[in-house]
């Protein structure tokens, strides 16, 4: 069965630094992406980061420059460098597994980390 564990978040003051990490275990069929995602309260899940296996990395314009997502050498962790953190990054931060390019019905979610940025 395919785990996803985040951890990492916490509360900052603005201008602050979080890294996030998320743990993949289990039995995987592909070499998967691996992203990030963000909700806050009464909002859309949106979008923050992705990288591929061969190392392709993209972000959401909203963190270019400030956030930077990167693997660990074994691969099944996958961090989120998160610097010059801003009240409107405060979300919960989700880590995604799929592989887009083999199947559109494979994936996986973990439980979310909570971070807060207060101003």
């Known amino acids: 069965q395919v785990q996803l564990v985040e951890s990492g978040g916490g509360s900052v003051q603005a201008g602050g630094s979080l890294r996030l990490s998320c743990v993949v275990s289990g039995y995987t069929f592909c070499r998967y992406d691996v992203s990030w995602w963000r909700q806050a309260p009464g909002k859309e899940r949106d979008f923050v980061s992705r990288i591929e296996p061969d190392g392709k990395t993209n972000y959401a314009d909203s963190v270019k420059g400030r956030f930077t997502i990167s693997q660990a050498n074994l691969k099944n962790t996958v961090y989120l460098q998160m610097n010059d953190l801003k009240p409107e990054d405060s979300a919960m931060y989700y880590c995604?597994?799929?592989?887009?390019?083999?199947?559109?019905?494979?994936?996986?979610w973990g439980q979310g980390t909570q971070v807060t940025v207060a101003s």
């Open positions: 995604r597994i799929d592989c887009p390019r083999l199947t559109s019905s494979w994936g996986y």
